[in-house]
């Protein structure tokens, strides 16, 4: 054992030998290092079961047993409660030969466990964003006794809170935090999927004067096996009748260890009801669960022990409430349905497998409905499979992961701070509240100016009050805001209904069907029987058969390098090794198409009836910005009548007679002048993109969503290249 292994503290010591590691993982020892021997914050990014969780605690725990502190030691914050119950379980056992108790909290963790803590503050807490902006509101009086001595944050899977408000709303809490009790404790960032450790070493120390190390630990040689396959869907299919796509999925997954990664809700659903009709058919054992934020916790819970149940089978769909790292066993297989969103979520899905010192098995699945070769173009170019080869070729190739964007005017985050400061405190001058809140470095770009305007708004709406002594109190349309729990989150809540059967929660959906209507839930048919629209209940009985059900979902951001990168897929030769039958025929194809049509050489090509098709091959943001340059400041010169497509792939136009010479120069001239992303919103426009956002003063909302939504700068950058 090494000289790390020495300095730990005797109980993880005994611990080690009980569990009979032979040595320390290479991240765990220099993670002793830095938390050992400097002051400073400390990024662990290694792959995924490298052993962060224990290369964060190992340390920190020695420091906490040899050196009690007077109050909440350590903090862990986590994305999710599953990733929050997993490491409570992990930390127990690390922890039962120690004086050191461990804290979980959130929504589903009984009042009786927070009251022992709260009775006495020690030891470890984990929690969520959430749970923290509850304490920091409702115990406001008691947080230097909860956290005086506070010596050290672990923030969990930072590539999830980076780039986002949540991540925003954590560094406010910190910074909170900092300020109430006068201390700075050390900040442990945990991550597998980071490709700009700058960027996350920035972000991590937001507030502070410590420095971030980031150990560089050799990852290992690993193993992957990776396989993509195609399929066309009929359109008249017999929902009796398997198609040959379940019949692959079916194969793939028969009598194993299996998670199924899927884009959306509906897609999870659908696929585990095919899966067990099948399994009913063939007389096969039903091992089908679904796993995500629409099902009730005890059939999430279910479908995790189940995964990690030794030597049974178990197949589980999921969205990317499994993605993070709750530990489900030994999976032989991870299968993704349409293309990953991205790299970063490409790597953390293989990551789920291959952990016992196996390669990582990962099969992805594209289907696209049959299409006629009278179809519009854009229709015939497979977007998921190219989207899916430019993702897998970005890793391998270059090792490639998308940069995080920093958010600069996080407005909806304002209002909320704004708002759980003045709750907490009760009433403060403006003055006071501005020095408050602006000292969140997540606010560094926001003006006293521009502070005052959203006060002065909050005053009109009645969110604030201002009293006669010039102070600031909540006002009565506000504290219909705060009063709620759902306050605490930065995101977008869900008003869906609850679905039962009986007593027994199954889930929620979106929209209550009418009563006799069937829809599907957990993988499984239901039929309503009743709707209580009052308690938001859905009543109904479980019925033989397949339905679908459908939840709102956003599309994500797509960067322009994976579009760049599915472009150079379609124009070279290459055939690479994991494509299956299917997919190596559907890509020779759209390759022989490009060619044909001339989409090798253009980037506009005119189709039928006065319209033409722009491929821009810029990513979602450069793609949204295109968008609005061409409604701004072409309708009227290229008599427009529509724009339509899809977000980032194509564009579609209707031009006036004769126009379409004049487009591609129009759209050149356009990127030469000094346009701004200002001029790309009309004065009469107040986007709304996050939750507070309809609370927010309209020349606010204008500026952040030209800052924040648009990038004339990287718009300009691909059409240079036209």
């Known amino acids: 054992m090494t000289n790390a292994f020495n300095r730990l503290a005797p109980f993880i010591q005994e611990y080690i030998y009980h569990h009979q590691w032979t040595e320390l993982r290479p991240v765990q020892t220099a993670a002793c290092e830095v938390v050992f021997d400097t002051d400073a914050h400390l990024l662990i990014a290694a792959a995924t079961a490298a052993g962060k969780t224990e290369a964060a605690f190992l340390p920190v725990l020695t420091l906490l047993h040899n050196n009690p502190a007077s109050t909440i030691g350590a903090l862990y914050i986590g994305p999710i409660k599953a990733l929050i119950n997993d490491q409570f379980a992990r930390l127990n056992d690390l922890l039962r030969l120690a004086d050191i108790p461990v804290y979980h909290w959130h929504g589903d963790v009984a009042q009786s466990r927070k009251n022992k803590l709260l009775q006495n503050p020690q030891g470890i807490l984990q929690i969520t964003p959430e749970s923290l902006e509850s304490l920091l509101v409702n115990k406001h009086k008691e947080i230097l006794r909860l956290f005086g001595d506070l010596r050290f944050v672990v923030i969990d899977e930072i590539h999830a809170f980076m780039g986002s408000e949540r991540g925003c709303q954590i560094i406010c809490q910190l910074q909170r935090l900092a300020n109430l009790t006068k201390t700075q404790p050390r900040r442990i960032g945990l991550s597998a999927t980071l490709g700009d450790y700058s960027m996350a070493e920035e972000w991590l120390r937001l507030g502070t004067d410590k420095q971030v190390i980031t150990p560089k630990v050799e990852a290992g040689k690993r193993q992957i096996k990776l396989a993509l396959e195609h399929f066309y869907i009929a359109n008249d299919v017999d929902e009796s009748e398997a198609t040959a796509y379940e019949k692959y999925i079916f194969n793939l997954s028969q009598s194993r260890k299996c998670l199924i990664f899927a884009n959306n809700r509906t897609q999870t659903e659908s696929i585990i009801a095919s899966l067990r009709q099948i399994a009913n058919q063939e007389a096969q054992p039903d091992i089908y669960h679904v796993h995500h934020g629409s099902i009730s916790a005890s059939l999430r819970q279910v479908a995790e022990n189940a995964m990690r149940e030794p030597h049974n089978p178990a197949v589980t769909a999921a969205t990317l409430t499994l993605e993070l790292g709750i530990d489900i066993g030994h999976l032989e297989r991870v299968i993704q349905l349409e293309s990953p969103l991205s790299v970063a979520s490409f790597l953390q899905r293989l990551g789920r497998a291959g952990r016992r010192g196996e390669a990582a098995d990962m099969r992805f699945i594209c289907a696209e409905e049959e299409i006629s070769p009278e179809a519009p173009l854009p229709e015939q170019i497979p977007w998921q499979l190219l989207q899916c080869i430019a993702i897998i070729q970005l890793y391998l190739e270059e090792r490639w992961i998308e940069p995080i964007k920093p958010i600069k005017y996080p407005l909806s985050l304002l209002y909320h701070q704004t708002m759980s400061i003045l709750v907490a405190v009760g009433e403060i001058s403006p003055a006071a509240l501005a020095k408050q809140v602006l000292s969140l470095p997540?606010?560094?770009?926001?003006?006293?100016?521009?502070?005052?305007?959203?006060?002065?708004?909050?005053?009109?709406?009645?969110?604030?009050?201002?009293?006669?002594?010039?102070?600031?109190?909540?006002?009565?349309?506000?504290?219909?805001?705060?009063?709620?729990?759902?306050?605490?989150?930065?995101?977008?809540?869900?008003?869906?209904?609850?679905?039962?059967?009986?007593?027994?929660?199954?889930?929620?959906?979106?929209?209550?069907?009418?009563?006799?209507?069937?829809?599907?839930?957990?993988?499984?048919?239901?039929?309503?029987?009743?709707?209580?629209?009052?308690?938001?209940?859905?009543?109904?009985?479980?019925?033989?058969?397949?339905?679908?059900?459908?939840?709102?979902?956003?599309?994500?951001?797509?960067?322009?390098?994976?579009?760049?990168?599915?472009?150079?897929?379609?124009?070279?030769?290459?055939?690479?090794?994991?494509?299956?039958?299917?997919?190596?025929?559907?890509?020779?194809?759209?390759?022989?198409?490009?060619?044909?049509?001339?989409?090798d050489k253009q980037y506009i090509l005119q189709l039928e009836k006065g319209r033409c098709c722009i491929f821009p091959w810029m990513g979602t943001v450069a793609y949204r910005t295109l968008e609005r340059l061409l409604n701004n400041f072409c309708r009227e010169s290229l008599e427009i009548s529509s724009i339509g497509g899809v977000n980032p792939y194509y564009l579609t136009i209707k031009l006036g007679k004769g126009k379409f010479k004049n487009l591609q120069p129009e759209i050149v001239s356009l990127c030469e002048q000094r346009i701004m992303s200002e001029d790309l919103i009309s004065s009469a426009e107040a986007p709304e993109m996050q939750k507070y956002d309809e609370f927010i003063p309209h020349p606010l909302l204008r500026k952040a969503f030209a800052y924040d939504y648009l990038d004339m700068d990287e718009m300009r950058r691909v059409i240079g290249n036209w």
């Open 442 to 599: 997540p606010f560094a770009a926001i003006s006293q100016e521009d502070f005052k305007l959203l006060l002065r708004y909050l005053i009109d709406i009645g969110h604030i009050q201002h009293t006669e002594q010039n102070k600031l109190i909540l006002g009565l349309a506000g504290e219909r805001i705060v009063g709620k729990f759902q306050f605490y989150a930065v995101f977008a809540d869900n008003k869906e209904y609850t679905v039962k059967q009986g007593t027994k929660e199954i889930g929620s959906i979106a929209t209550p069907p009418v009563v006799g209507k069937q829809f599907a839930l957990a993988g499984v048919t239901w039929e309503v029987t009743e709707v209580d629209f009052k308690k938001r209940v859905v009543i109904v009985k479980q019925v033989a058969g397949k339905a679908t059900s459908y939840w709102r979902g956003g599309s994500g951001m797509i960067h322009t390098k994976v579009l760049q990168k599915m472009r150079l897929i379609l124009l070279e030769d290459k055939e690479y090794s994991y494509l299956q039958k299917n997919a190596l025929q559907r890509l020779r194809k759209v390759r022989e198409l490009v060619k044909e049509v001339g989409l």
